[in-house]
């Protein structure tokens, strides 16, 4: 633990997080996503901001985009960027590169533009394609159905820990070619890295990420460098095959492990909590369990897992009703998206037969749309169909915990009883 880099950040967070603070309870609409409570339900925040002028200049200093058709603009235009022109973090940087607080993960290719992104995005992008995401099906109808089927018997459980977890940390395991999987280790470091995806907030989540990234790395680590004496076809072995950098290689591994289990397992989630507050969906989908793919889409657009994407321009781009200069940081409400009036009739109501299905930004859009978007369908189809064939009472019960984060928007824990 180095005390200097913590006296200072732990300096930097104290001013943001008063800052911030002061902010918010002034009625600026971002930074109140920040806090409690409206970080705990964002849609009248999210309402404000789609209905005021757009882009929306927040008194952070970055632009905001809410509505549907500005967010795809954002999302699909080559000229809207993820790095600035020096290649620092959106926001700023201390010393050059990520920002410790604004950036403290290594997110690989997410966390680049062309070409280095386009490169690695297609270095494993064979892995994810449409016929390998249908080998694919045995297996997470295999894994949903006996998780399924051991949580009936318990009758009461935690959602997020007996089933939205172990299943996609299962499948993304056996695609990497991660043996003896820890379900629960897996968990608590997507937590920690979850925590600090859309900034550090205490320097207490900062070290349990740092110990969270250290643990996952050492164990990626170990398995790229007995890839390259003893090759195996899964993903990690192709890395070690096509001899990529060990750096690279490991964080390109932790990336597609902790996004291929971690955005699952909270679309699943919010499915559930969505259908299940209503009744009526949950009813609906019980009755007929092959309308699971209507749900994974309703879900997605009622409840993104990822509630914005960050870009900026490195030239003078006309959006909206303003001209945004080069390296204004623009946010685009990926979340608020899904409940545009203008695309979206009653988009407060979870409706398994809305007309618009599909039509979200919950995968995001462009040379960025989500490499994995194919098979966390596949798996919310698979989970939604068992749970509801074999629970159709289902419901919620006290002891929710939602995660305080404004980029991913999840629950930590959810019981429910049958």
Known sequence: MDLRRDVALGARLAVVRAGGLALALSGDPVLRLLYRPWIDDPTRVQRRLREAAQPYASRSGVLVVATAALCREVVRDRRFLVRPRDGGSLGGSVEGGRDPLLEPVDLSFLGMDPPEHTRLRRLVGGFFTPARVDAYAPLVARLAERLADDAARRGSFDLVADVATPLPVAVIAEILGVPDVDAGAFARWGQAVGAGLGGVRSLRA????????????????????????????????????????????????????????????????????????????????????????????????????????????????????????????????????????????????????????????????????????????????????????????????PGAVRRRSLLLRSYQRLPVSV
């Not at 990234?213 to 192709?238: F, K, N, Q, S």
């Not at 591994?253 to 699943?268: I, K, P, R, V, Y």
């Not at 039509?359 to 462009?366: D, V």
């Open 206 to 397: 900062l070290h349990r990420l740092d110990g969270a990234v250290a643990e996952l790395r050492g164990l990626l680590g170990d398995l790229l460098e007995r890839r390259r004496h003893d090759p195996t076809d899964d993903l990690i072995g192709h890395l070690a095959a096509e001899d990529v950098d060990a750096h690279e290689a490991v964080s390109l591994a932790a990336l597609l492990l902790l996004a291929g289990f971690e955005t699952t397992s909270t679309l699943l989630t919010n499915a559930v909590a969505a259908m299940t507050d209503a009744r009526e969906p949950w009813a609906q989908l019980a009755a007929h369990p092959d309308r699971a793919g209507d749900a994974v889409e309703e879900a997605l657009r009622f409840d993104a897992p990822i509630q914005f994407t960050a870009r900026t321009p490195h030239e003078t781009v006309r959006l909206g009703e303003r001209d945004v200069a080069p390296d204004t940081v623009v946010m685009a409400m990926l979340g608020a998206a899904g409940r545009d009036p203008e695309v979206h009739a009653d988009p407060d109501v979870f409706d398994l037969d809305r007309p618009t299905k599909g039509e979200h930004l919950a995968f995001s859009g462009g040379i960025h749309y989500c490499l994995g978007a194919a098979l966390a369908r596949l798996e919310g189809r698979a989970a939604l169909a068992a749970l509801a064939e074999r629970m159709p009472t289902l419901h919620r019960v």
